[in-house]
């Protein structure tokens, strides 16, 4: 949540009840980079940012806990609830020997009126969040990155069609398009090279009133001109080549990016590698990887190996990221991978001279696949914070629009650049 305040210029408001590390996991929570400390590092850099951060105290804050309220830009305590100090009362009774009940220690009395550490005390929480909304009606109005908007219109389609495009397992191609229509302006979306590299969908469109490109996994059987056959979900060389370009030209007009994942990967075998996938892929992964305008990823389907990667998965630092439901994100597709275990599994077995049945290879296939698609879940991954939200496919809209309202508030884009890549 730092990180996105500190991205798109939000203020932030912590309401803290922390009682700091949870020593059983000190050794997963305390040292590292991105662990407790890094809250703190953030605490001071967002401030330094002039981002507005306030904290209401609303339970007990104790050592490392104490740090995030007072790092603040303004702390408020609710009386008999919050507390603030380095160490409770038992832990000073233990160490110096003095006897005190935590709230003479560091209750909402004592730090507003003898230690000055809090600025606001209330008799209760809501009192304490109502104050929280008088603070932040004050803000003066933030400069903005100047997107383009426009009065909104709605989408061609209703919103709750988008529900029917995709087949249950998402095993059935299906039009990308339809699914756009559900979530731009009516007649706002022009699609780029629409006769070339099919099986990615990209264009300028509105949502909301907003600007934005669009790079979408194309799920249909499409025919290219050489009257090749090129399956859908799978980025071909062409694919690759005009989602980079495409991708180049939004940063040059400082449009928001929308990337709608459904995609197994590139295409392999002989005719794609002695046409150069590899450069082709690298070139849009490059130009995904520098991107310096906002980008919002929603994972409608298959999220797979670089197909991730080239369409703006989690590593690539989306703005916000969010997942339907029916998302999967792996490696690769469970089926193909749980194969590819069982093979290395056997002959693993094999080499040590045991004989393995087929009644075992089935049983080691299933536990295989199992543990595999659990892990593929768009809730394993929420759970994880490999996407920020799961959300209902009819709300895609509203959160793009939302993000992109966000995003508008730093005004701060770099320069576009790319770094070195075979053409």
Known sequence: MQEIAMENHLPIIY???SAGVYLPMQDEIFPDKEHFGRIFRNNAHISAMGITQIAAVMGACVAGGAYL?????ETLMVEGNGSIFLAGSYLVKAAIGENIDNETLGGAITHTEISGIADYKFKTEQDCLDHIK????KLSKPATAGFDRIAAEKPAKPVNEIYGYQSEGNTKPYNVADIIDCIVDKGSFDQFKEDYGKTIVCGYARVEGWAVGIVANQRLIVKSKKGEMQLGGVIYNDSADKAAR???NCNQKKIPIIFLQDVTGFMVGSRSEHSGIIKDGAKLVNAVANSVVPKITIITGNSYG???YAMCGKAYDPRFIYAWPSAKIAVMGGEQAAKTLLQIQVASMKAK???VSKEEEDKLLNEIIQRYNTQTTPYYAAARLWVDAIIDPADTRK???EGI????LNPEIASFKTGVFQV
């Open 15 to 17: 309401l803290v009840d």
């Open 69 to 73: 309220p007072i790092m603040s830009d």
């Open 134 to 137: 008088k603070i932040i009606s």
């Open 246 to 248: 495409f991708i180049m």
């Open 306 to 308: 670089a197909g991730n």
């Open 353 to 355: 001279g045991k004989e």
């Open 399 to 401: 959160v793009i629009a």
């Open 405 to 408: 309202a966000a995003a508008n």
